[in-house]
DNA sequence: AAATTCAGCGAACGGCTGTTTACTGAATGA
DNA sequence: TCATTCAGTAAACAGCCGTTCGCTGAATTT
């Protein structure tokens, strides 16, 4: 077996990262079915036969991409769901987390908004397995918290597909409002908005016994 | 000014829905920005040059498929807010709606879905201003149903982008279940979610006020 | 009947694409 | 120290791309 670490090692995965670098700031004025494998090691300085050593072809590097993406989403959901405060500060916490991800890291979003729906299919197949995963965690937060004679496994399942499309939702329209004009005008409104919409899935969900 | 019928101009109207019909075909399978001209052209038969003579280039085109395919989701809200049924009839009467429509032209929906976060900015930029039309029409509709004093306009536009946006949503989950097996199973599983998502949000609606 | 318009054609252009090939030379291991 | 591994190279490959050009011939107008 080789070393996990050692020169080597070092310089392939930093070439590796630099691709995927350069391929995420590529995808934010094109698809990634658009985007060509030269233009990618063009970007980092490099051989294109030199991409055949980290990725067989874009769509992997596609996946891979996926990984690191929703990766960093899923460290703020843990965050999130570990709070144990009420519903309006939640709520709060919920948009303001949104937010700030995407202030950090808009590309990730970008990237994720524009291939989940987009042209490669293993690409969109990586990302719905991963909202999957990110659905049953949110299921598994919540359940302790609803009246299991109100709220079967599959009402549960679909309260938390809710919350995680609204999450999406509401990181694009994020994106969509700093990318429109940096100014902090619209991103308020962004964020008044969902507020608003999660008070009422919240609204929705302790009434949810009367249907 | 040029007559509007006229065998010329039936020829060349005719060889204009080629065009986007060839170029919805191939985008089932890529994204616009990937899309080719020559591919396009070679679809219908067409010396690549002819394209000019309709289009200034492929995102015109996209800008063209986008009023096509939203179009024929106008027509379908519109009959959905023309009902006057009850809550749980108009979520039924939606629902249904939404699964025929997507039936009926999967690949429309497969267009808008792609292409709203998709790597063409003119496009976006067209999908999202119409998009922006349907809330407001479905505001319009829904404002006499709403008492005033707890709802001023901004919440009622709130509520209007959540209805619009979680139709999309419905209509992409449609699609991508008949994509996965052509069975009705997955199909139905998806009409229910959309139900009880739907039957969420009316019951946040109705206790709007406590907030 | 003659003049005009104009959708579509075919050819050519420079430029870019993904992939394969044999290679180099530094890090690694015996 | 010497042999091996292997990330990255340079060059060549056939093939596709968007765009421009002058032209044709049928529909239209005068």
Redesign the interface.
């Known amino acids: 077996m080789s070393h996990t670490s050692g020169v080597r090692q070092a310089q392939k995965e930093k070439t590796r990262r630099a691709l995927m670098d350069a391929a995420l700031g590529l ?1 934010e ?6 985007l060509g494998l030269r233009e990618v090691t063009r970007a980092v300085g490099v051989a294109p036969a030199a991409f055949y050593r980290h990725f067989r072809d874009l769509s992997d590097l596609g996946v891979a991409l996926v990984e690191e993406c929703l990766g960093s989403l899923h460290h703020m959901i843990g965050a999130i769901l570990a709070g144990q405060e009420g519903d309006e500060e939640r709520i709060e916490a919920t948009v303001d987390a949104v937010a700030e991800h995407v202030r950090r890291y808009p590309a990730h979003i ?1 990237f994720i ?2 291939e ?4 490669v ?1 293993p690409v969109r197949q990586a990302i ?1 397995a991963e909202l999957d995963r990110f659905a049953d965690e949110v299921a598994i937060a919540f359940r302790p918290q609803l009246p299991a004679e109100s709220w079967p496994p ?2 549960v399942r ?2 938390a ?2 919350y995680v ?1 609204h999450m999406v ?1 509401t990181a ?1 329209a994020f994106l ?1 409002a700093q990318a429109d004009h940096p100014e902090a005008a619209d991103e308020r409104r962004v964020a ?2 969902a507020r ?2 999660l ?10 016994h ?2």
Chains 1, 2 share one sequence.
């Open positions: 995808l004025d094109q698809s990634l079915s658009s970008r908004a524009r989940r729906h987009g042209g299919r719905a599959e009402d679909m309260l597909e809710m499309d939702m694009t969509e008044a908005t608003k919409q008070l009422l899935i919240s609204l929705g969900r302790r009434h949810w009367d249907a």
